[in-house]
């Protein structure tokens, strides 16, 4: 048995989840591939697929990153679009990356929302404090209960997506993570009324098995 197989038996000190965890990591291709490649994580490969299939990060466009640790996505968006045009946030710390301004904060919070506007005027020339694209790999603690686990879910996109309403820029881009199996009906009609277009895309990075799905929004109309 290879050694890693072996020390992963034999610490008892694990709960039963975290060795399932464990052993699923150890048997990800994607995971070894992120190394390999010198990616934070195996989670860069779902933008780089999703990017791929919409082409919507160009030079010079303005992206937030809600819940943006361990940083995968804001380090490969930071990349095409270029310096200083990348604000990352989340409530969990992450090691600094490069032209990517982090902010450390609850954004569903009233003044944490001014703290975001205000980052989005200090980038140059951007006068009217607004960003092209708004990404959310975000999902929340599961409890194990399939009906309020969707809840919640839906509610941390629904929080996301007002957020984005706020700060978009006529034809911007939404990406947000949701979950297949559960009614997604009420957050559909949100999108649809601010967005031109709005199709589910899977990437092939997403883990076997995992109901994971991302609602690509394009074309963003601002309503008064």
């Known amino acids: 048995m290879p050694q890693k197989f072996q020390n992963l038996h034999k610490n008892k000190n694990r709960s039963k989840s975290s060795r399932k965890w464990l052993l699923r990591q150890l048997n990800d291709p994607f995971v070894e591939k992120a190394k390999i490649d010198g990616y934070r994580s195996r ?16 030079k010079f466009k303005i992206v937030v990153d809600l819940g943006c640790a361990p940083g995968g996505w ?5 990349n095409i679009v270029g310096e ?11 090691a600094p990356i490069n032209g990517v301004n982090f902010l450390q904060l609850d954004f569903n919070d009233e003044n944490s929302k001014n703290i975001i506007k205000n980052q989005l005027l200090k980038i140059k020339n951007n ?3 607004k960003c092209d694209i708004v990404l959310s790999d ?12 969707h809840l919640r879910i839906i509610d941390l996109l629904e929080q996301a997506l007002n957020l984005a309403i706020e700060i978009l820029r006529d034809d911007g881009v939404f990406v947000g993570k949701i979950f297949q199996g559960g009614n ?8 649809r009324r601010h967005f ?11 883990r076997k098995g995992s109901s994971e799905t991302y609602l690509v929004a394009t074309g963003f109309k601002a309503i008064s």
Do not use: W
């Open 43 to 58: 989670a860069t490969y779902k933008i780089i697929e999703i990017n791929e299939k919409f082409n919507f990060l160009k």
């Open 138 to 149: 975000m999902a929340s603690n599961t409890t194990g209960d399939h009906n309020t686990d």
């Open 127 to 129: 006068t009217q404090g």
């Open 184 to 191: 997604s009906d009420e957050i559909l009609k949100i999108l």
């Open 196 to 206: 031109k277009v709005v199709k589910y895309f899977k990437p092939d990075s997403s």
């Open 74 to 78: 804001s380090e490969y968006c930071v």
């Open 84 to 94: 200083n045009r990348v604000i990352g946030i989340d409530l969990l710390e992450i």
